[in-house]
């Protein structure tokens, strides 16, 4: 089984919601993934946890809150986003150094 | 730092003709190359990956990918397009601990 499974599907919010996407593997990966896309263009990495701990947080802005509760969930709590931040949220897993395996993303507008 | 370049924003080939999707690729040291592919909507699909080994690497698909280290190159190949291959396709390069992609390459197949 190679699914990485995203929920929801798709997000509509305003300025002052909080929200949140989450994202579940059951492939043991212990490395996963947040990535930004921009309608036509490459995913753009935002945090990465290895084995539970953030290893790279790429100067998001804090209004982007990540959290990994378990080895196989992987959750990005949304609060006072901005419409520049309406874009398909992706999310992957990864045994460490091996290739990734996305999910189908959440596409998120926000109002 | 580690990247991939991707010089054609969109590739286009008529239904049974062989396609070519370019990459190249700038590195310190051993490069780690992946391909991936993307349906309108969609998460991004693994393809390929070249490691070590073999130059000629097999993947999903029917697609391959060759590797030049003269040339830098890391090209996607398949000998007889689809329509169904009309998609958007990204090299990748393993950065530190994570994917750097190039800025893709939107296949068109023509019936």
């Known amino acids: 089984d190679t699914e990485v499974t995203q929920t929801p599907k798709h997000l509509v919010m305003g300025m002052t919601n909080k929200k949140s996407l989450k994202c579940e593997q059951h492939?043991?990966?212990?490395?996963m993934y947040w990535y930004k896309q921009k309608a036509k263009k490459p995913p753009e990495l935002m945090f990465v946890?290895?084995?539970?701990?953030?290893?790279i947080n790429e100067s998001v802005p804090s209004r982007f809150s990540p959290e990994c509760p378990n080895s196989s969930l992987l959750n990005l709590h949304l609060h006072a986003l901005q419409p520049e931040d309406s874009a398909l949220y992706l999310c992957a897993s990864a045994r460490e150094g091996y290739e990734q395996y996305f999910g189908p993303g959440t596409r998120l507008t926000v109002t | 730092a580690q990247s991939v370049a991707q010089p054609e924003d969109q590739v286009n080939v008529a239904e049974g003709n062989p396609l070519t999707v370019k990459c190249t690729y700038s590195?310190?040291?051993?490069?780690?190359l992946f391909w991936y592919v993307q349906y309108p909507n969609r998460g991004l699909q693994f393809l390929l990956k070249?490691?070590?080994?073999?130059?000629l690497v097999k993947g999903s698909y029917g697609f391959e990918a060759e590797f030049n280290k003269s040339q830098t190159s890391f090209h996607l190949k398949k000998p007889s397009a689809l329509v169904s291959d009309s998609a958007l396709y990204f090299c990748a390069v393993m950065g530190r601990r994570a994917l750097t992609f190039g800025s893709g390459t939107r296949l068109q197949v023509q019936p």
């Open positions: 492939m043991g990966h212990r490395a």
């Open positions: 070249y490691i070590t080994g073999d130059n």
């Open positions: 946890y290895s084995y539970e701990k953030l290893s």
């Open positions: 590195v310190s040291g051993n490069p780690y």
